[in-house]
């Protein structure tokens, strides 16, 4: 069974910063991309930042310049570092594994960051 298992999220203050960390586990198959998603409440869920499996990464544009996504394709595991956090990163955080951005995937079950000014 397929599982993707987020951790590291927490309360910090605004300036600080925070590394997440989603490792993937099970029956994954033909995954390429990789990313992080978050949901505020009230609001949908957007992409932060994904990365394929050869290393190309794409960020939103309200997170350039301050997160960093990373992989290791061995331990199946992709990794965001978040710097320079602000309130309005406050969101829950969800890893997925899908083979394009636009596939259905997998999930994980999120894991709440919550910055405070």
């Known amino acids: 069974q397929a599982q993707l298992v987020e951790s590291g999220g927490g309360l910090v203050q605004a300036g600080g910063s925070l590394r997440l960390s989603c490792a993937a586990s099970?029956?994954?198959?033909?995954?390429?991309?990789m990313g992080w998603y978050r949901q505020a409440p009230g609001n949908k869920r957007d992409l932060v930042a994904d990365?394929?499996?050869?290393?190309?990464?794409d960020y939103a544009d309200s997170v350039k310049g301050r997160f960093t996504i990373s992989r290791d394709n061995i331990k199946n595991t992709v990794y965001l570092q978040m710097n320079s956090l602000k309130p309005e990163d406050t969101a829950v955080y969800y890893c997925?594994?899908?083979?394009?951005?636009?596939?259905?995937?997998?999930w994980g079950r999120g894991t709440q960051v919550t910055v405070s000014s």
């Open positions: 997925k594994a899908a083979r394009t951005r636009d596939s259905l995937g997998y």
């Open positions: 099970g029956s994954i198959f033909n995954v390429n991309v």
């Open positions: 990365i394929t499996n050869s290393g190309f990464a």
